[in-house]
């Protein structure tokens, strides 16, 4: 069992459509960010939360923490062929000494031109 | 361009050889990470340097063997691998491994493929 679980997996749209992925847990996080790693490259952070029901907006980019703080989602509007990517949540375990950051399996989108 | 290369970009071994990865950042951060991507599984940590002090060792098999000679360098030492330990080795850093919301730079990887 994956601590962090994402969903969908792979994800194949049109330009222009929205989309919405989804990172899920049973455990807390004291903190949650979001990755993106595009092919041949590392991932790169997008964005960082940490309050219980916090919303971040970043262009077409929307997160959202869940407020128990055991999930988040992420919402692309009028996806475009540069969005393409797999998109990683990680997250720091609520308590004690818990610094590493735990990933997911991601989301891999293709956005069709 | 992250701020953390790596090289090489890609290593092809045998079972029997004994190779190194690289990574150097020049961001000025104190710690630095080794991580394993394979195909279908999440980015698994398999150590971490903070302040040149090695903190965690996900129970990673002996044939690996990190070494940080200081806060800018860090090495992977693979010797006796299996088929199995083919992936994309990725190499990050961060300010500090103890920040709740440290952002973690990564390199661009080494794919690694054993024969």
């Known amino acids: 069992t994956q601590l962090l679980e994402q969903s969908p997996q792979f994800l194949s749209i049109q330009e222009g459509e929205n989309l919405t992925v989804y990172c899920n847990s049973s455990?807390?996080?004291?903190?949650l960010q979001w990755y993106r790693q595009e092919p041949g490259e590392g991932p790169v952070l997008l964005v960082t939360?940490?309050?219980?029901?916090e919303v971040k907006k970043l262009k077409r980019l929307t997160f959202q923490f869940g407020d128990a703080r055991k999930d988040s989602s992420l919402h692309i509007t009028a996806a475009q062929p540069g969005d393409t990517g797999l998109y990683l949540c990680?997250?720091?375990?609520?308590?004690?000494?818990?610094?590493?950051?735990?990933f997911g399996k991601g989301t891999k989108l293709s956005v069709i031109p | 361009e992250t701020g953390v290369t790596q090289t090489p970009r890609h290593l092809v071994m045998g079972m029997t050889n004994k190779k190194s990865l690289k990574c150097e950042q020049h961001?000025?951060?104190?710690?630095m990470y080794w991580y394993k991507q394979s195909a279908k599984k999440p980015l698994e940590l398999m150590f971490v340097y903070n302040f040149k002090e090695q903190t965690e060792n996900n129970s990673v098999p002996s044939r690996f063997s990190p070494e940080c000679p200081n806060s800018s360098h860090l090495f992977l030492h693979l010797h006796t691998l299996q088929p199995e330990d083919s992936a994309l080795y990725l190499c990050?850093?961060?300010?500090?491994?103890?920040?709740?919301?440290?952002?973690?730079?990564f390199g661009e990887g080494s794919r690694l493929t054993v024969l």
């Open positions: 990050a850093s961060s300010q500090d491994f103890t920040e709740n919301t440290g952002e973690l730079f």
């Open positions: 455990s807390v996080f004291s903190s």
């Open positions: 961001l000025g951060h104190n710690a």
């Open positions: 990680a997250g720091r375990l609520s308590g004690a000494g818990s610094y590493q950051l735990t």
């Open positions: 939360v940490v309050t219980g029901g």
